[in-house]
């Protein structure tokens, strides 16, 4: 990703959280990044497949088929941390959900391996057991008219955008799913005061275009508003969502 596609994400979801320093006295630092790449080898899943970073953009190969991603964007909201035996809610005022943020956020999601730093708050010591957030359909009404006045260009009602080439072919793939991602911490997350502890949410995009998530790829032009292939990877996308421990802020959530 480049330096200022990575500032870009650090800006555009600075924190808004409903706890912090001075409603949380003697918190502990959490910081949480997002990640789009997995780590080199972690595709060997895929079918006949093999993904990899050439330049800023994303490739995926299957056979004859070739997917590059160079651009993905997805709009956040509400973004909370949820104490193990309880029920957030989703206004922010349930103490025992901590949020990074309430108002939308436009996600720039990184390509490369490893993360972007995006929110850093403080969250009172315990256990926490996922990470929730709402991939948000932008609306004209008053809930959204700061993220509008900050991203005037944003396509009118979607929730996220894609650019690219398919077999060569550009695309833009616009979707207006609307849902909330809860990605289970396990093990949970065990939040003391002596422990800066960083989180990733992963949205794993080579997931997005490909049959039942792992198998032949799809065209992204045949997965728009009601294509052909709309409800298997809007399918794909709502379990796309991973969250986990991430000691070194790599984007590995198999950290030792």
């Known amino acids: 990703m480049s330096s200022t596609r990575h500032l870009f ?9 409903a706890c912090d320093a001075t409603t949380a006295p003697g918190g502990t630092r959490v910081g949480l990044s997002f990640a789009g790449a997995r780590p080199a080898g972690a595709a060997a899943g ?6 990899s970073l050439e330049g800023d953009s994303l490739v995926i190969i299957d056979g004859t088929d070739t997917l590059v991603i160079t651009n993905a ?15 957030c809610d ?6 025992d959900c901590e949020y990074f943020s309430l108002d939308a956020r436009l996600v720039d999601v990184p390509l490369a391996p490893g993360t972007s730093q995006a929110i850093t708050v403080e969250v009172p010591a315990g256990t926490y057991s ?4 709402k991939v ?7 809930g959204d008219a700061a993220f509008l006045a900050a991203n005037p260009t944003w396509p009118a009602r979607q929730s996220l955008r894609v650019t690219g080439r398919f077999n060569g072919t550009p695309f833009t793939f616009l979707s207006d799913v609307n849902f909330r991602a809860e ?18 949410v992963r949205i794993d995009l080579a997931s997005w275009f490909r049959v039942g998530g792992t198998g032949a790829l799809i065209d992204p032009a045949t997965a728009g508003k009601g ?30």
């Open 9 to 17: 994400l650090a800006l555009a979801v600075a924190a808004t959280a």
């Open 130 to 133: 996922s990470v929730r957030m």
């Open 73 to 87: 964007e997805v709009v956040a909201r509400e973004i909370e941390l949820r104490r193990v035996g309880v029920s």
């Open 227 to 256: 294509g052909a292939n709309q409800n298997e990877v809007e399918s794909n996308i709502k379990n796309s969502v991973r969250a986990f421990e991430d000691k070194d802020r790599d984007g590995d959530e198999h950290d030792g």
């Open 90 to 95: 989703t206004t922010g005022s349930d103490d």
């Open 183 to 200: 990605a289970p911490l396990t093990p949970n997350l065990v939040v003391d005061a002596a422990t800066t502890t960083d989180l990733t």
């Open 136 to 142: 948000h359909k932008v609306s004209d009404d008053a």
């Open 46 to 51: 895929f079918r006949l497949a093999q993904a």
